[in-house]
């Protein structure tokens, strides 16, 4: 997904507009994850961007869009621009932990 959202749209509600973006992004990922995992896989990861317009998006992690999305809200802005691309995602195992207690 790719997107430009406008915040503002004359005759339209600026908290239900805000409220639907959201339910799209939400909606975008739950599809995405629903699609069966290639082999090898261990899950879908996320790589997202956002900013106020395509050209300043940054990366950020897929827990901070909806964060973003009410800062830029709350701050007056137009509208903002978001992209979020399925990934594939593999487990890493955790690295030993070394107790000394078990030596004794």
């Given at each position: 997904m790719k997107k430009t959202f406008k915040l503002h749209i004359e005759g339209k509600n600026s908290d239900r507009l805000l409220e639907r973006i959201k339910h799209e992004i939400r909606k975008y990922l739950k599809r995405e994850r629903r699609k069966p995992l290639p082999a090898g896989v261990d899950y879908w990861d996320f790589d997202c961007k956002f900013g106020l317009t395509e050209a300043t998006a940054e990366?950020?992690?897929?827990a901070e869009i909806i964060k973003k999305i009410d800062a830029v809200s709350v701050s007056g802005g137009e509208?903002?621009?978001v992209e979020i691309i399925a990934a594939h995602g593999i487990r890493q195992?955790?690295?030993?932990?070394?107790?000394?207690s078990e030596d004794a």
């Open positions: 990366d950020v992690h897929l509208g903002f621009y195992k955790r690295p030993a932990v070394y107790d000394e």
